[in-house]
């Protein structure tokens, strides 16, 4: 059975087990996250709706593109405030590391010429985006900025979460397409794509959290005792494909 999500606390979330492993996780997750961003882009067939703004806003800045993403990522967070959304660990990591990850591919791996190589690497940065995405969930160390904008917003209001992340993500697309983004055929392939092979990976990547809420003796005077182990699934965190 896979293992469930959890909604841990930042509090929670330095007490975890396995945190060091948990943070390498969470480290290439995210650094395959914004690796795999970067290969999409340099596809040249259009970007997934949030990197149709940063695009857009890059080139009327002059700024790179991850830093667009970084500042991007902090804006979001100012909106967690009036929901009361709290931070964890990956949240933060996501928000400043994700920038630096396409940054970093973008300044390594050139555009692409053709239909065929471009296709080709469109689905490689897919692939590598959405495993990606699946292990940083798995390290269950917080949502990125994006998905908790969403879960949110779901909690304040009770809206439901699939609603709320179309319109958000329609708005976001609407938005960067204005300012002469790059909407294609990479960003019909990874609304369609990136939910699909998240669901298919996350179980055979998530850390399970181990907690011990209670200890019952086994026996009267027995120096062993029997962990009582407490588990809530996060349907939230679940049902979110991009920790964004």
Do not use: K
């Not at 700024?63 to 970084?70: A, E, R």
């Not at 969930?137 to 990125?144: R, Y």
């Not at 708005?171 to 998240?198: E, K, N, Q, S």
């Amino acid at each position: 059975m896979p293992a469930p999500l959890q909604n841990l606390s930042l509090r929670d979330q330095l007490r975890v087990d396995r945190l060091p492993l948990r943070l390498l996780t969470l480290f290439l997750g995210l650094t395959g996250f914004g690796a795999g961003i970067a290969l999409i882009l340099r596809a040249g067939l259009g970007a997934a709706p949030w990197d149709v703004l940063s695009v857009a806003l890059s080139e009327r800045t002059g700024l790179s593109i991850g830093t667009l993403t970084v500042l991007t990522s902090f804006a979001v967070l100012l909106a967690w405030i009036p929901l009361r959304q709290q931070p964890g660990i990956g949240t933060l990591a996501n928000a400043l590391w994700v920038g630096v990850s396409m940054d970093l591919t973008l300044a390594v791996v050139p555009p692409v010429e053709g239909l065929l190589p471009g296709l080709a690497m469109l689905l490689g940065g897919l692939v590598l985006n959405a495993v990606s995405d699946a292990v940083y969930i798995g390290a269950q160390l917080g949502p990125g900025p994006r998905d908790g904008l969403m879960t949110g917003i779901h909690h304040r209001w009770g809206l439901r979460i699939g609603p709320v992340r179309a319109v958000i993500e329609v708005a976001v697309l609407g938005l960067g397409g204005v300012l002469g983004g790059p909407v294609g055929v990479a960003t019909v392939v990874y609304a369609l794509g990136i939910g699909p092979i998240v669901h298919l990976v996350l179980p055979w990547v998530t850390i399970p959290v181990r907690t011990r809420s209670s200890e019952v003796p086994t026996s009267v005077g027995a120096d062993e005792h029997e962990t009582v182990t407490t588990v809530v699934p996060c349907s939230d965190a679940a049902g979110s494909s991009r920790p964004r």
